[in-house]
């Protein structure tokens, strides 16, 4: 298994350097299930906050591009389920990519409730606003 941090899977998402996307391709269609890559949760909310806030890309475009690598056999994604749940979130709230992973980690480790002082995270992944 290789850890694949997150310019290897934004070169091969935007296709936006000719080298290195087709390095990225290479390095990726390498992958196996025996051998796969690695993407932590810092890489997933790094790859929502630059095609979001970078590349202004849609909310839909962005949950799917992180759904689509949840379903990559030939990578393994720290914290699956909760990373699944968020980009359904953050898809249909206005919430940040951010809180709504924020509240499925927590969610996932068994937590009660995740507190905050953020209205819209509050209002749009069940967190619980401190007033």
């Known amino acids: 298994m290789i850890g694949l941090d997150t ?3 934004l070169r091969f998402l935007l296709k936006d350097d000719p080298v290195q996307t087709a390095q990225a391709r290479v390095l990726l269609q390498s992958l196996t299930p025996e051998q796969p890559g690695w993407i932590g949760i810092a890489t997933i909310l790094e790859i929502a906050w630059v095609l979001s806030c970078t590349k202004a890309m849609p909310r839909e475009i962005v949950a799917k591009a992180i759904t689509d690598l949840l379903s990559l056999d030939t990578v393994i994604v720290e ?3 909760a990373v699944a749940w ?3 979130n953050f898809r249909f709230t206005k919430a940040d990519f951010a809180d709504c992973l924020i509240a499925a980690s927590a969610r996932t480790a068994g937590c009660s409730k995740t507190v905050t002082f953020d209205r819209i995270a509050a209002r749009d992944v069940g967190m619980e ?3």
């Open 7 to 9: 310019n290897i899977l």
């Open 79 to 81: 914290s699956t389920r």
């Open 86 to 88: 968020a980009a359904q």
């Open 129 to 131: 606003f401190l007033a």
